[in-house]
């Protein structure tokens, strides 16, 4: 049994793009914090939370950090973020 427990957190956006990018400035604001893996983000419709999208790659880099780019981004993964 793991002893891993994760903190589901209630946010409310208007629309699917709109609740992806609360995600990832959220995201990316606690991966000071050295509990949080914001690879693992999903966002889902309030009445359909089994569907869920990922907010950002989930391919882990050398050294163990995930891609900071967002899902289904062209190119190569990154630990920075793209001008």
């Known amino acids: 049994m793991s002893a891993r427990y994760v903190i589901h957190?209630?946010?409310v956006a208007a629309d699917?793009?709109?609740?992806q990018r609360l995600a990832r400035v959220v995201g990316r604001w606690i991966s000071?914090?050295?509990m949080s893996d914001p690879g693992e983000m999903t966002?889902?419709?309030e009445d359909s939370?089994?569907?869920r999208h990922r907010v950002f790659c989930d391919v882990r880099l050398p050294g163990g950090r995930r891609c900071a780019?967002?899902?289904g981004h062209d190119g190569?993964?990154?630990r920075r973020l793209r001008r």
């Open 32 to 34: 000071v914090l050295p």
């Open 76 to 78: 190569e993964c990154s």
């Open 49 to 51: 939370q089994f569907l």
């Open 69 to 71: 780019l967002r899902d």
């Open 16 to 19: 699917l793009p709109a609740a």
């Open 9 to 11: 957190l209630p946010v």
């Open 43 to 45: 966002v889902s419709e």
